[in-house]
DNA sequence: GCAGTCGCTGCTATGTTGTAACATCACTGA
DNA sequence: TCAGTGATGTTACAACATAGCAGCGACTGC
């Protein structure tokens, strides 16, 4: 079994402990995020599923479809860039906080971290003070990776 | 004279220094970031000049002078909402580091803060663990304002 | 002053990301 | 089997952004 195939395996046996469903489409969108290390867009998941499978899903049915994915923990959307990745931890039976993402510029590749959270509570101190309400804890950065560095070089 | 007016002569001054030039529509679509609290998106600054000066702007001109802002270090452009601010610090002879910035989900408003570098070069640090190198320091993070949280509530 | 040049702006078209509103399909359970 | 609910399809459109080329206008050097 493809590595891919494990973890959409998985995936389906987390929905189904939750009493939501992995349809065939969901799953397609899904395994375009796993197979590839990189973030894609909603419409590059569109050219993927057509190429792949010849299917057309229409642009609605697709960011549904992700939204439905992010609800369920498996897959993050990455507002930085307006791209989707497969969650990097699909296959941990334990549960894990909200990730930080390394986003490479040059090509779309993205690393999920955790980093340590007790900078992420004093980033919280420092907003709060400032009169802000920290709202959600993913933190995006802009990076290149070390392959996207070399090339440019 | 007005804050704002003061804060463009300032910016008019910076240009001059660097042998660039502070164009009339420059400072109408400067004017109109320093006179928000808020961030505003390229075509919420087409809105402003419209009605403020009676001036149709172009998109496509909007989006350049704002990159030539951008340039300047006068404004920020925030990735995550996909608008742009005044840059806090127009005012301050010093040069100043990367900022961060506080984002409110509600209304736009925005807070520039600075963290501790110690905290960025943490950040770094993990990244560079991760074969990823932090092209810009500039955080963005998803909030809600004191006053938006209220009415929230 | 004048020609040449370069930077700024205008115009048109188009690409990309995302959503609203409503219709239809398909699975599930009584 | 049939009603109800959740999933998907269709159409139209909003918001953000850029490509490519044309024209205008302000400086420079003669």
Redesign the pocket.
């Known amino acids: 079994m493809s590595q891919t195939a494990g973890i959409l395996e998985q995936a389906e046996q987390h929905c189904r402990e939750r009493g939501?469903?992995m349809?065939?489409?969901?799953k397609r969108v899904l395994s375009g995020l796993v197979d590839s290390d990189k973030a894609l867009?909603?419409?590059?998941l569109i050219d993927y599923c057509k190429e792949q499978f010849g299917?057309?899903?229409?642009?609605?049915?697709?960011?549904?479809?992700?939204?439905?994915l992010e609800e369920e923990g498996l897959v993050h959307?990455l507002?930085l860039?307006?791209?989707?990745v497969a969650c990097a931890h699909i296959c941990c039976d334990h549960s894990h906080g909200v990730p930080q993402f390394l986003i490479c510029g040059g090509c779309s590749k993205v690393k999920e971290i955790t980093v340590n959270p007790a900078m992420i509570s004093e980033l919280k101190k420092s907003a709060e003070q400032a009169g802000f309400t920290m709202m959600s804890q993913q933190l995006e950065m802009d990076c290149l990776c070390d392959e996207c560095m070399g090339s440019a070089a």
Chains 1, 2 share one sequence.
């Open positions: 939501s469903r349809t065939e489409k969901r867009s909603a419409y590059e299917e057309n899903i229409p642009a609605m049915s697709i960011y549904r479809i992700l939204a439905f959307k507002n860039a307006n791209k989707y």
